[in-house]
Structure formats: structure tokens, C-alpha cells
């Protein structure tokens, strides 16, 4: 079955340090790729998506790359926050008509300044 | 856009009794999701809604886990005869959607169930 595999956390960062949370997956089709976050003592939200392979999706200053030959979607920033501090969540819905998002177990990064 | 909204925040309850949560969808959304999340875990999905019908249900869903979304609008899930493996957050999407499957979802606060 489909499953998503990140990178264990936490991950604490100083201020303006390279992000990179680690995602890949496995899923029958072409799956469609997210990274959802839940910042402290609110509900997730969506942050960037890929719909195909080679696709980009970005948001907020992060990005993620869509890689078929790789099965993978890493999460990036350039420069982290102390804002951007939150739990981020890899996730995938399968090319194979479900409705149902696969989430991987989340990677807690704590951003100090 | 008030949100999806879930009632109650926090649910205990003793093993073997039924409980029952609620999700207000955002107003003109059509579609609607239910997940369970553990601690540590991301959340696990349930069951899906397009309007009032019940299109997907996880193959790990128990018969003692059932949901409704009468006339499409809100949505209840009830659990009949807990266990302590029910002890979960479980959190309520919503999204609007036609054809493609890939809108973004917003996601309430979640409801945390324990069970004693």
C-alpha cells in the first residue's frame, strides 16, 4: 500500500539556517505530492503541493521538488524563522482515484534565535 | 470563513460506552473528511463525504466506527463500544472540490478522545 517516510525529528535550527526535512514515498500510480504544517495550538494547513513529476510547488519561501526517479519530495528553505518553527507533515494522494491523503509522522522543527 | 469547527475539544469517557463528535465543514464546501491522529503519528484517514454521500471508508475502519453527513451539511462520527485503542485526536477536513481531487484541505482543531 502507499506510505510516506520522513526524516526523524526534531530538527532545531538557528535563525536564518538551510531547511531540509526529508520525504519520500511509495504508491501505485502517479501520486500527488504535499507538505501540510501545524504551527502550536492550530489545525494543519496546507503549505505547497506537485501534481506531476518535475513539478515544483512552493510557498512562504519553501519549496519542494516532485522526483519520480528518486521518490521523492524534500521540503526546502533558504532562510528559517523562529515563525516557521511547527510540525511539518510529507503526504500523498494516490493516482488511483481514492480521496484519502497518506501522511507521513511528521518532523517537529524548532527554529531558535 | 469561520473555519471547520469540531465539538467537543476534549471527549473522556469510560471503556465500552458510544461517543459521538461533530464537524461543521466550512459553509460552502461540499466535500468532508475524517482522520484519526495519534501521538507521534500523522493522521490516519477514515472516511470521506461529497455532499451527503459516503464515497470512502478505510478497509481499517472498525464496524464500531460509523459517521453521517445528513442533507451534506454537518457531520457526526460515532464510536459504539470504546476501547482504550480509540484514544485518539480526531480531526475533520474540509475542502470544495469538483473533478479533480487535489484542492486544499482545512482542517479543524480536532477532537481529543480518551478512553479510560
Known amino acids: 500500500g502507499d506510505s510516506v517516510t520522513q526524516m526523524e525529528g526534531p530538527v532545531t535550527l538557528s535563525e536564518e539556517a538551510f531547511l531540509t526535512i526529508n520525504c519520500t514515498y511509495t504508491a501505485t500510480g502517479y501520486p500527488s505530492l504535499f507538505w501540510y504544517v501545524q504551527y502550536p495550538g492550530e489545525g494543519l494547513q496546507l503549505l505547497l503541493k506537485a501534481t506531476k513529476a518535475d513539478d515544483k510547488g512552493s510557498n512562504k519561501g519553501f519549496e519542494a521538488t516532485y522526483r519520480k526517479e528518486t521518490t521523492s519530495f524534500h521540503l526546502e528553505k533558504g532562510s528559517v524563522q523562529v515563525s516557521d518553527s511547527a510540525v511539518y507533515f510529507c503526504a500523498l494522494r494516490s493516482g488511483a482515484g481514492s480521496y484519502q491523503l497518506t501522511f507521513g509522522k511528521g518532523t517537529k522543527l524548532s527554529v531558535i534565535p | 470563513d469561520t473555519g471547520v469547527s469540531q465539538n467537543p475539544r476534549h471527549k473522556i469517557t469510560k471503556r465500552g460506552q458510544n461517543v459521538t463528535f461533530r464537524c461543521d465543514p466550512i459553509?460552502?464546501?461540499?466535500?468532508l473528511y475524517w482522520y484519526r491522529q495519534t501521538l507521534g503519528q500523522g493522521p490516519e484517514f477514515l472516511t470521506y463525504f461529497q455532499n451527503e454521500a459516503q464515497l470512502e471508508k478505510s478497509r481499517l475502519l472498525s464496524d464500531r466506527f460509523s459517521a453521517e453527513r445528513p442533507k451534506g451539511s454537518f457531520s457526526t462520527l460515532e464510536i459504539q463500544r470504546t476501547e482504550q485503542g480509540d484514544s485518539a485526536m480526531y480531526l475533520c477536513?474540509?475542502?470544495?472540490?469538483?473533478?479533480?481531487?487535489?484542492?486544499?484541505?482545512?482542517f479543524g482543531s480536532g477532537t481529543q478522545l480518551s478512553v479510560l
Open positions: 477536513a474540509s475542502s470544495y472540490g469538483t473533478g479533480s481531487v487535489n484542492e486544499k484541505l482545512f
Open positions: 459553509s460552502e464546501h461540499n466535500r
